[in-house]
C-alpha cells in the first residue's frame, strides 16, 4: 500500500498533464461532444455548484471587467501626459525667448508654481559667480560642503523623487522646510554624462505621495535637460 500510493499519484499526475495537453491541442473537444458540459459542475465561490458554461462566462465577465479597467486608466495617463507635453512646451518657448539669466530663474519658478501646480520651486546654481545672482538672496552659488547634502542627485545625474531629510529640507526651502512632505530633484545636467552640472532645481509639495521614490522621471529629466541648455549660454565663463 505504501510503495503504490505514490505510484498511482504519479500516474494520475501524469494522466493530468496529458489530458490538459489534449484539450488545449483540441479546443473544439466540446463543441464535438457538447453532452458532456451537462454533467460537468465546478465549485463556485458562494458554496453552489455552476456549469461549466456559467463558470466560463463569469470568467470572461471578470476579464471583461479588468481590461476595462486597465483601459480607462491608460486612457487617463495618457491625457495627463499630454497635457504635460503641453506644459512642457509651453515652458520651452518661454525660455526661448529670455534675454537675460534673470529672465531664465523668473519663468521657471512662476511657470512651475503656476501650470505644474508646485508649492514650492527652488533653483540653486553651483559657483557660477555670475554678476545676476549678487541681488538675488534665494539663487545661492552652493559651496562644495553645501553641495554634499545632495551628493547623489549630483553624482548619478538623474532627477530624484521622495522625502528629503531635515537638513535637506532647510538648505533647500528655508522657512517653508516645514510644510514640504515630498519633493523632486533635477539637476541641470545636458546628459546623464555631462561633466558640468549648474546646479538643481527643487520641486516641492505639501502632499505626502505627489513625489514618490518609485514614480518616473521621465519629464522631470527632459526638464533639467531643457532649463541645462538655456542656462548654459548665460553661465559661460
Not at 463556485?44 to 476595462?68: F, M, N, P, Y
Not at 534673470?102 to 521657471?108: G, K
Request: glycine share 6%; net charge negative; charged share 25%.
Amino acid at each position: 500500500m505504501t510503495t503504490s500510493q505514490p505510484k498511482n499519484l504519479t500516474d494520475n499526475a501524469e494522466l493530468e498533464r496529458q489530458l490538459i495537453k489534449y484539450l488545449r491541442d483540441h479546443p473544439d473537444f466540446f463543441e464535438r461532444h457538447p453532452e458532456l458540459l451537462a454533467d460537468m459542475t465546478l465549485p463556485h465561490t458562494t458554496g453552489g455548484a455552476i456549469s461549466l458554461i456559467e463558470r466560463q462566462v463569469s470568467v470572461l465577465r471578470e476579464q471583461k471587467e479588468a481590461i476595462r479597467s486597465k483601459l480607462q486608466t491608460l486612457i487617463h495617463n495618457a491625457t495627463a501626459n499630454e497635457k504635460l507635453n503641453e506644459r512642457l512646451n509651453s515652458l520651452t518657448l518661454a525660455l526661448l525667448d529670455t534675454q537675460t539669466l534673470d529672465d531664465v530663474l523668473e519663468i521657471v519658478q512662476s511657470r512651475l508654481s503656476k501650470d505644474f501646480d508646485a508649492d514650492a520651486v527652488v533653483i540653486r546654481l553651483f559657483n557660477t559667480g555670475h554678476p545676476s545672482l549678487a541681488n538675488r538672496s534665494e539663487i545661492i552659488d552652493w559651496s562644495e560642503p553645501v553641495m554634499g547634502a545632495f551628493e547623489k542627485v549630483i553624482r548619478e545625474r538623474r532627477p530624484v523623487c521622495g522625502r528629503l531629510g531635515h537638513g535637506q529640507l532647510e538648505s533647500l526651502f528655508n522657512d517653508d522646510a516645514g510644510n514640504i512632505a515630498s519633493a523632486a530633484l533635477i539637476p541641470l545636467v545636458e546628459n546623464e554624462n555631462s561633466v558640468s552640472c549648474y546646479g538643481m532645481v527643487a520641486i516641492g509639495s505639501h502632499d505626502r505621495e505627489r513625489f514618490r521614490a518609485d514614480m518616473g522621471t521621465l519629464f522631470l529629466s527632459q526638464l533639467g535637460k531643457i532649463l541645462s541648455r538655456v542656462l548654459k549660454n548665460y553661465l559661460k565663463t
